[in-house]
């Protein structure tokens, strides 16, 4: 399984990106996915992720306390992508950013904490004040 983590690299404080999630190599609806960042210095970090869908229940979505209200996952399992719309930016959102995916059938806050299978290279978002 492979992720393409890809989007829009800068913007200035208060403004809007989305970065995307491409996965090949697999059944793209049967992972959850996460999004991590790495500021400069710091250690990775999980912000957000999203559930497979099932028979019984639509997707459920996960945000750290930092970004919720601010950012939206979300998937569409016909195009194998994922993607995370980060609106209101600040300067403290500036890291690389990273999606990973599991063949967990958790949702909710669980999907903050479990350890992924696959991991994508990255993709680098600078905010600017």
């Known amino acids: 399984v492979q992720l393409q983590a890809s989007g829009e690299g800068l913007a200035q404080a208060g403004g809007s990106v989305t970065i995307s999630c491409a996965v090949s190599g697999g059944t793209f609806s049967r992972y959850a996915i996460g999004w991590f960042r790495q500021a400069p210095g710091k250690e990775r970090v999980s912000i957000a992720a999203?559930?497979?869908?099932?028979?019984?229940?639509?997707?459920?979505?996960f945000y750290v306390g930092s970004v919720e209200g601010r950012f939206t996952i979300s998937r569409d399992d016909a195009q194998s992508t994922a993607y995370l719309r980060m609106n209101n930016l600040k300067p403290e959102d500036t890291a690389v950013y990273y999606c990973a995916a599991d063949m967990t059938e958790h949702s909710g806050a669980v999907l903050g904490r479990i350890r992924y299978d696959y991991w994508g290279q990255g993709t680098e978002v600078t905010v600017s004040s």
């Open positions: 999203i559930s497979r869908r099932s028979s019984r229940r639509d997707s459920s979505t």
